[in-house]
């Protein structure tokens, strides 16, 4: 065989590796990624909506739940995916997200009648929810495309999602200048473009072992800190001597570069690989050294592992209350029965939903505590750029502690919660200049608890089913904002509100929003919300325990084996393939094609 000659033939070659290659695919998730974020921004815009609609805190701190709600609730994203290609959860993904935020838009700047409120939770619900799509299109078929490298992974895309509210808001700056309202129309078009471009990208691949795998996710990772410590500059620069509209421009175009940067990483990565091909085209002598040991050693990997496949798949509702070992690849109603899957959901609950009643509610508790109004902008990028560190620090750190010592992420997860308490006691005690500490910490925690939750749901469940068990840890996240932002944070501010009014003895007129001053408005729910966290802590400790044989054993060897098996087979001639892989195979294709 020869290899293609150079020109215009081994051209096309090469950019075909590279457009349909694994890191071209990891390349285009980072960008959906750095643009489905937009929920995070709330605190923005919440101002315009409350002014626009005239609604007290308790009605908007209504509609951040069903942000939330629609952020996290993407089983129905999970259940699809299950059956559909990934691209198609992404096109779903993209009409929502313009849709919901469209309409927002249309009703914050009076280009229709006001809806009613049950029609504006709707409208947010339906946007917010298309993040679960992108989630679930982009970032769950890169954990299954890169089993061994999870945590790296979900470390390193979750971390775009954090950085995507400062990077929305430098583009946001630089295109409409102070105009909050825009921004609202912004996060509408914007991701759904981006999901659109890469349709065709995003899609499951074979798993293979690649030995430098960790060194080229590396790589991405420092230009996504690049990309961080650049937008924390720009902040800062920002916040001591103010951004002219052209100063934006500049700043947002440094912001698309580095974007952008990390396909020289592909284009250097697959070009690599493409010429190892075309060496091992020129050189198929090492290649056909097969013996009959590694294919019976194929055929037994193949022949466990339709076994396992016949127990597992005998009768779901049957084995619900039986689930097989941790690892394994649990069954829906498997996971969703077990007391690891409560456990950790009501950590989560209480961990997520503490740090986003203080992420929701920036804008407001800045106007009570005297911050002025720029300042609310800086808090919003100082949240985002503090999530990204905190997503890519629990996910990277975490993975390598878990390789290197077997340090469980459970006990990671149990220090982030403890952490997170020291920001909501600066905003309960209103310590001076405290509000911008505190968007550090929240921040950071915020982040960091999801690239955990997911890990840790990934690994004792299996990934299987990980589509929709990624969506249903997702849920933990507005139940914990119903609680603690609506219940506890949205009524205490309208009861100490009220009071105040009262005491100036000013009658609210009808549609006229309840507006509280001082560290009163938010004290006593950020102290209910430390000892809710103080519950979470404990109520982790408890899987710390239960899981701590589980980590300290080889928890990624049957992913190693599976990858082994992959190349054995492609490794192999077909004349040399045993009967049973051949068998196998067949079977493979025909339910590929029925799927």
């Known amino acids: 065989m020869v290899a293609a000659s150079p020109g215009g033939g081994s051209m096309k070659s090469l950019t075909?590796?590279?457009?349909?290659?694994?890191?071209?695919?990891?390349?285009?998730?980072?960008?959906?990624?750095?643009?489905?974020?937009?929920?995070?921004?709330?605190?923005?815009?919440?101002?315009?909506?409350?002014?626009?609609?005239?609604?007290?805190?308790?009605?908007?701190?209504?509609?951040?739940?069903?942000?939330?709600?629609?952020?996290?609730?993407?089983?129905?994203?999970?259940?699809?995916?299950?059956?559909?290609?990934?691209?198609?959860?992404l096109l779903i993904g993209g009409i929502l997200n313009f849709f919901g935020y469209f309409m927002i838009w249309l009703a914050v700047t009076e280009r229709i009648s006001k809806p009613k409120v049950w029609q504006m939770c709707l409208y947010i619900c339906v946007g917010a929810n298309s993040q679960s799509f992108a989630n679930t299109g982009s970032l769950v078929t890169c954990v299954k495309n890169f089993p061994e490298s999870r945590g790296v992974v979900l470390g390193i895309l979750k971390g775009y999602v954090g950085l995507s509210g400062a990077i929305i808001t430098q583009l946001f700056h630089a295109f409409y200048g102070d105009d909050t309202k825009s921004v609202i129309l912004m996060i509408g078009w914007l991701p759904a473009a981006i999901s659109f471009a890469f349709l065709r990208t995003i899609r499951i691949m074979k798993?293979?072992?690649?030995?430098?795998?960790?060194?080229?996710?590396?790589n991405f990772l420092y230009i996504s800190l690049g990309?961080?410590?650049?937008?924390?500059?720009a902040i800062i620069t920002?916040?001591?001597?103010?951004?002219?509209?052209?100063?934006?421009?500049?700043?947002?175009?440094?912001?698309?570069?580095?974007?952008?940067?990390?396909?020289?990483?592909?284009?250097?990565?697959?070009?690599?690989?493409?010429?190892?091909?075309?060496?091992?085209?020129?050189?198929?002598?090492p290649i056909n050294i097969v013996t009959e040991k590694p294919n019976l050693e194929l055929a037994e990997v193949k022949e466990s592992k339709k076994e396992e496949d016949k127990v597992k798949t005998a009768s779901c509702w049957t084995t619900m209350f039986s689930p097989p070992e941790r690892g394994d690849d649990y069954t829906i109603l498997q996971a969703l029965f077990s007391v690891d899957m409560l456990i950790l959901f009501l950590a989560t609950i209480c961990g997520v939903g503490g740090t986003l009643t203080a992420i929701d509610n920036l804008r407001q508790i800045g106007d009570s505590l005297g911050y002025p109004k720029r300042s609310v902008s800086t808090f919003v990028s100082l949240v985002s750029i503090w999530n990204y560190f905190g997503r890519v620090v629990s996910g990277v750190v975490s993975e390598i502690f878990l390789i290197k010592y077997k340090f469980p992420r459970p006990i990671m997860?149990?220090?982030?919660?403890?952490?997170?308490?020291?920001?909501?006691?600066?905003?309960?005690?209103?310590?001076?200049?405290?509000?911008?500490?505190?968007?550090?910490?929240?921040?950071?925690?915020?982040?960091?608890?999801?690239?955990?939750?997911?890990?840790?749901?990934?690994?004792?469940?299996?990934?299987?089913?990980y589509s929709t068990l990624y969506n249903f840890g997702s849920v933990a996240s507005p139940i914990g904002s119903y609680l603690l932002n609506v219940q506890v944070a949205g009524y205490l501010y309208d009861k100490e509100a009220m009071k105040q009014n009262n005491a100036l003895g000013t009658l609210r007129k009808s549609g006229q929003d309840l507006s509280c001053v001082g560290t009163s408005c938010f004290k006593l729910s950020f102290i209910i919300i430390t000892a809710v966290t103080l519950f979470g802590v404990l109520v982790s400790m408890i899987l710390v325990i239960r899981t701590n044989k589980f980590y300290k054993s080889d928890i990624y060897k049957k992913f190693r084996e599976k990858a082994l098996a992959n190349?054995?087979?492609?490794?192999?001639?077909?004349?040399?393939?045993?009967?049973?892989?051949?068998?196998?195979?067949?079977?493979?294709?025909?339910k590929g094609k029925r799927k």
């Open 16 to 89: 075909i590796q590279i457009l349909t290659g694994r890191w071209f695919m990891f390349f285009g998730s980072l960008l959906i990624m750095s643009a489905a974020g937009a929920t995070y921004m709330f605190s923005l815009y919440s101002g315009d909506i409350k002014d626009a609609l005239h609604y007290d805190q308790t009605t908007l701190n209504l509609l951040s739940f069903f942000k939330d709600l629609g952020a996290n609730v993407g089983v129905l994203a999970g259940l699809i995916n299950e059956v559909t290609p990934p691209w198609f959860v």
């Open 207 to 218: 798993v293979v072992r690649q030995t430098n795998e960790l060194k080229v996710f590396y």
């Open 227 to 233: 990309l961080a410590t650049f937008l924390m500059i």
């Open 238 to 285: 920002d916040k001591l001597t103010g951004f002219t509209r052209s100063e934006f421009g500049g700043s947002a175009a440094v912001v698309i570069i580095l974007l952008l940067l990390p396909i020289i990483v592909v284009v250097l990565e697959e070009r690599k690989l493409w010429t190892d091909k075309q060496v091992a085209l020129n050189n198929p002598a």
């Open 413 to 465: 997860l149990t220090m982030i919660l403890l952490f997170s308490c020291a920001g909501h006691l600066l905003i309960a005690f209103n310590v001076p200049g405290g509000l911008y500490v505190a968007s550090v910490i929240i921040g950071f925690c915020f982040g960091a608890q999801w690239p955990l939750l997911f890990a840790i749901i990934s690994e004792i469940f299996g990934l299987k089913y």
């Open 567 to 590: 190349e054995m087979e492609m490794a192999a001639p077909a004349p040399a393939r045993s009967a049973v892989v051949a068998e196998e195979e067949k079977k493979d294709d025909d």
